[in-house]
């Protein structure tokens, strides 16, 4: 069984940064895209930024120049740096994966982390 766990979450002014991190638990062989979601109060869950297995990224337009995604495919970790935040980044921050090939399950798969809450207010 595999797991995605982000972590990093919290309260901060607007203006100041978190970073967020996932963690891919779990005998993987393969992960293809990584990428990092949110869904804020009564709206719809969104794309944050996306990030393939060789590095390329893409943001959205809202956190594009403000976001940093990275990850490193050793420890298989994601991150999302998030720098002058404002109080619409508010949200739930979900990790996802695809491509995923896991131990003891046959085929390819999607992950989702259960999700870490980022609060930004003054």
């Known amino acids: 069984q595999a797991h995605l766990v982000e972590s990093g979450g919290g309260l901060v002014q607007p203006g100041g940064s978190l970073r967020l991190s996932c963690a891919a638990s779990g005998t993987i062989f393969n992960i293809d895209d990584m990428a990092w979601y949110r869904q804020a109060p009564g709206k719809e869950r969104e794309l944050v930024a996306i990030i393939t297995s060789t590095g390329s990224a893409t943001y959205s337009d809202s956190v594009k120049g403000r976001f940093t995604i990275s990850r490193d495919n050793m420890e298989k970790r994601l991150y999302l740096q998030m720098n002058n935040l404002k109080a619409e980044d508010t949200g739930v921050y979900y990790c996802?994966?695809?491509?995923?090939?896991?131990?003891?399950?046959?085929?390819?798969?999607?992950?989702w982390g259960q999700g870490t809450e980022v609060t930004v207010s003054s």
């Open positions: 996802y994966a695809d491509g995923m090939v896991v131990a003891g399950k046959g085929g390819v798969y999607e992950y």
